[in-house]
Nanobody, 120 residues
Framework: EVQLQASGGGLVQAGGSLRLSCAAS????????IGWFRQAPTRAREGLLC????????YYLDSVKGRFTISKVNAKNTVDLQMNSLRPEDTAVYYCAATTRGSGWNHPDWGQGTQVTVSS
């Protein structure tokens, strides 16, 4: 099991940037994948992108391509989500999650969410 701690959310104006961090601890090794998800009020949780040591980053949501990037800081066992050109529709609770490579996202380990609010 992987324990995850997300941080970095806040309030930002449209067009601004935020950087979220996800600190992982516990049963981490090179075979795990960290992903970022978000859930806005009245909407289902949606996957944004993920990263693994062996396969790099993978985008799940076209609307964040070119604006969001994911990076892994191995020395700190942290995965960062850099969010640029934020839009009001990016307002949501953002979650990081971990899964074993090849297992999909049916039963990941979840971190607590961090609120991101983008004002127009």
């Amino acid at each position: 099991e992987v324990q995850l701690q997300a941080s970095g959310g806040g309030l930002v104006q449209a067009g601004g940037s935020l950087r979220l961090s996800c600190a992982a601890s516990g049963s981490t090794d090179d075979d795990y994948v960290i992903g970022w998800f978000r859930q806005a009020p009245t909407r289902a949780r949606e996957g944004l992108l993920c990263i693994s040591s062996s396969e790099g980053s993978t985008y799940y949501l076209d609307s964040v391509k070119g604006r969001f990037t994911i990076s892994k800081v191995n020395a700190k066992n942290t995965v960062d989500l850099q969010m640029n050109s934020l839009r009001p529709e990016d307002t949501a609770v953002y979650y990081c999650a971990a899964t074993t490579r090849g297992s999909g996202w049916n039963h990941p380990d979840w971190g607590q969410g961090t609120q991101v609010t983008v004002s127009s």
